[in-house]
Each structure stands twice: as C-alpha cells, then as structure tokens.
C-alpha cells in the first residue's frame, strides 16, 4: 500500500489546555515514528480555541526534537500570512538542526476569520493573489539567488521540500507549474478533488526537485476495535464542524452518542459533505473503505487525521491504520 503520514492539528480537547495538547501531539508523532508513518504535519490556525498549532514552525521544532527518523513539517504554512524571508529563515533553521527531516507545505488561506488575518498580515497591502510570486520568492532564498543584499541565513542552499497545498484547482494549478508536490485538503473540503487531481497530473512540468507528479491526500481516519465505537469517536470531529460552520468554534468535544441522528437535514448534509474523504468503523471496515477511497483516487501518499477527543482512542485509531498500511 501507498506511504501513510500523520496530519495533525494539536487539538485542545474540552477541560485541557495547549500545553497538554503539545506533549500529545509529541506523543503521538513518537508512536507514529515507530508505527512507520512517513511524515508528521502540523497545520497553522489562528483565533481557534480548539487548535494549538498556531506557532506552527515552534511546534515542529518541539516535535522533530522529540523524534529521530520522522520527517516533520508543516502542512502548511500559510503564507500570505508571513514574509516569504521569514519563512525561509525559520524552516532553514528547521532543516540546520534536524537536516533531511524538515517539509514545507505552503497554502494561500489565512487560516483564520477575516479579522484575524487583518492582524496577523506583515501589512496592509498583503494580498493572498500574491502566493504564486511568494512562492516563488521563497524558492528563490532557499536557491541562494540573486536578490541583491537580501539572503535568508540560515536557509539559503539548504534543501527544504515545498509542497503546494489547496482545495480548488488554483494551487493544483501552481504546483504543476513549479514541478512541485502537491496536497489536497480532502479532509475537509473535497468537492474539487478529483478535478484538481486531473489538472495537475495532466499540466505537471518536471522541475530540477520533482520528475513526475506527486499527489498527497488528506483522509479522517477513525478507527476503533468495533464499528459502534468508531461511530461515537467520530462525533466530537463531527461537533466541531458544526460549531465551526455556525459561528461557534470551541475546543474539542467528547462523544455524544446519538449526535448526528439530532442534527437536523442541512446540517447533516453539511457534514455528509465535507467528511466524504472519511473511513470509520473496525479495522475490517477502514480497510474496505481506505481501500475503495485509494481505488478511486491514485494517490502517492495519504495523509491521515484523526481528531478524536479521547488521546488513547486517538493513539489506537493511528496504530489500526498503520497496521493496516503494513498489512497491504
């Protein structure tokens, strides 16, 4: 089977705190690093009270210190967010102290409302229509080209693997473009996938980093020893779409069981939407749907999250999904 990886967004569960979420999320990349999980990707969200990972490049620095063969990164950086110099100080200091292990996902979303991009731009003028010639810009400091007296040190020669992220076909675009990697957030917004798939396969150019397309997919993943178990796991993932899509973002509920049956129809079909990049249920059950989901799509890698309220329900659902990946 394709290479799995670790999608992970810190979740601060209801009645804990980021400081817990952070000793977590180093445990679960420890257990994903021995379970043979491939990558292990935090996600930048601001203004979240139930996401953690806002200092996105601190936290991998916490994690890949933590951990010896996994590579670890950020899936992604958001980077009309940020000077693209910035980053490329920050991840080629990454990649000076954990060398061959440091990956950088760059999307074009603030990750955040509105009001909290306003806050976090490096000023006024910043425009997310901007992200190819940031992209590019950044590729440029890592390359060590010319841009006059400018040079991001450290960064500058280092080899740090972009990715373009997105959800509609403008990033599959990009990256066909660069002859970069590209990842596909079918977790939560697949109605473009298999669209965007086909673009960037079909426009991909071989650049000097990549010979031929390299499509990474995000899945939800909530397995469980029975199939009513996986149910009840899901449904803290399933509140916190609703809230979210209401207006109501919290931190990460517990089960409740009977959950989805008391939502009325256009909440349900919300969530029927936005989680059919889904499998959930007993290992028998995520094999058949992994399996389909793989099938359909091609991918070269599948990138796994799982938001589950309970850590050691979480830890189990990741270790049935790569015994499975093993199994084949």
């Known amino acids: 089977m394709i290479p799995f990886s670790i999608l992970d967004l810190s979740p601060i569960a209801e009645g804990s ?4 979420s952070f000793h977590r999320s180093l445990d679960l990349a420890q257990h994903g690093e021995r379970w043979g999980y491939q990558r292990f990707w935090l996600a930048e969200h601001h203004g979240m009270p139930g996401i953690a990972s806002a200092a996105t490049a601190v936290l991998i620095g916490h994690v890949a210190a ?20 910035v980053i490329a100080e920050q991840f080629g200091t990454l990649e000076a102290l954990f060398p061959g292990r440091i990956d950088l ?31 590019v810009e950044l590729m440029d400091y890592f390359a060590g080209s010319t841009r006059g007296p400018v040079r991001a040190v450290p960064g500058e020669g280092l080899d740090v693997p972009l990715w373009i992220l997105g959800s509609s076909l403008f990033g599959a675009q990009l990256a066909a473009q ?11 917004a697949p109605q473009m996938m298999m669209q965007a798939i086909e673009l960037y396969r079909a426009n991909f150019r071989p650049s000097a980093k990549l010979a031929r397309p390299y499509v990474m997919l995000g899945f939800n993943v909530f397995a469980a020893d029975s199939d009513a178990e996986a149910q009840l796991l899901a449904t803290s993932m399933q509140q916190a779409f609703v809230n979210l899509r209401s207006g109501r973002p919290g931190r990460l509920k517990p089960p409740k069981a009977g959950y989805y049956e008391s939502l009325d129809l256009p909440e349900r079909m919300m969530l029927d939407s936005v989680l059919s990049c889904s499998a959930i249920g007993s290992p028998a059950s995520v094999k058949e749907q992994l399996q389909a989901f793989i099938a359909r799509t091609r991918p070269d890698e599948l990138m796994i999250t799982s938001q589950i309220f309970d850590h050691a329900a979480r830890l189990r659902s990741y270790e049935i999904t790569a015994e499975l990946q093993r199994a084949g």
Not at 67 to 75: D, K, L, M, S
Not at 107 to 133: C, I, Y
């Open 105 to 135: 996902g760059l999307g074009r979303a603030p990750g955040s409302d509105h009001v909290t991009a306003r806050a976090l731009r490096r000023n006024l003028a910043s425009d997310a229509d901007e992200f190819p010639q940031d992209v």
């Open 66 to 85: 933590g951990t010896e063969r996994i590579r670890v990164g950020a899936g992604g950086i958001m980077l009309p967010n940020h000077s693209p110099l």
């Open 178 to 188: 660069l002859g970069l990697p590209y990842a596909f957030a079918s977790h939560f």
């Open 17 to 20: 705190d980021a400081a817990t």
